[in-house]
Antibody, heavy 120, light 108 residues
Framework: DVQLVESGGGIVQPGRSLRLSCAVSGFPFHGYAMHWLRHAPGKGLEWVAGITSDSENKDYADSVKGRFTVSRDNAKNSLYLQMNSLRVDDTAFYYC?????????????WGQGALVTVSS | EIVLTQSPATLSLSPGETATLSCRASQSVGHYLAWYQHKPGQAPRLLIYDASYRATGIPARFSAGGSGTDFTLTISALEPEDFAVYYCQQRTKWPLLSFGGGTKVEIK
């Protein structure tokens, strides 16, 4: 079975940093692009960042560009999101998600989510 | 940026009825459209990809179609577990994608 398990969420003050991890199993991780998406309270789904299978391409939503960094370790079947300069409006459930292919940009498996709360 | 507009915002129906959800794109997305189901406290679930293909394990009561700018998701004979929020999502090419605002299907 495909499994994606996020960790690293929590409560953090504005301006501080947090690192999310996503441990993956059940499929050949090295063959697929991976993504981070989020769902803020009262809002819709938002794509945050994506990384291709070989880490050659990494891209970000405008709302997080310059503050967040996505990375992966194919040897460890793990995906990461380093979040710096956090803002109150970054508060959301953060999901890691598997791409259908390497750059298909549709998401066929999702983790259960990690809650990030940015508050003073 | 391609904007997706979903309608209606809320659909109030009874179990056994049919739900018809609409997603309209501000410019053509070809057939590159997906539909997701999202329940509170759960991971979103891919229902449909490439406009009309059911994802693995999705029941046949979920069907979808459309191309270009107008797309529809139909849920026939609503089951109690189908009451949720549904999102459409388009992609053009890496890294350009966007989600619609969602349609909530609630129990009448």
């Amino acid at each position: 079975d495909v499994q994606l398990v996020e960790s690293g969420g929590g409560i953090v003050q504005p301006g501080r940093s947090l690192r999310l991890s996503c441990a993956v199993s059940g499929f050949p991780f090295h063959g697929y692009a991976m993504h981070w998406l989020r769902h803020a309270p009262g809002k819709g789904l938002e794509w945050v960042a994506g990384i291709t299978s070989d880490s050659e391409n990494k891209d970000y939503a405008d709302s997080v560009k310059g503050r967040f960094t996505v990375s992966r370790d194919n040897a460890k079947n793990s995906l990461y999101l380093q979040m710096n300069s956090l803002r109150v409006d970054d508060t959301a459930f953060y999901y890691c998600a598997k791409d259908i292919g390497d750059q298909w940009l549709m998401f066929d498996h999702w983790g259960q989510g990690a809650l990030v709360t940015v508050s003073s | 940026e391609i904007v997706l507009t979903q309608s209606p915002a809320t659909l109030s129906l009874s179990p056994g009825e049919t739900a018809t959800l609409s997603c309209r794109a501000s410019q053509s997305v070809g057939h590159y459209l997906a539909w997701y189901q999202h329940k509170p406290g759960q991971a979103p679930r891919l229902l449909i990809y490439d406009a009309s293909y059911r994802a693995t394990g999705i029941p046949a009561r979920f069907s979808a179609g459309g191309s270009g700018t107008d797309f529809t998701l139909t849920i026939s004979a609503l089951e109690p577990e189908d009451f949720a929020v549904y999102y459409c999502q388009q992609r053009t090419k890496w890294p350009l994608l966007s989600f619609g605002g969602g349609t909530k299907v609630e129990i009448k």
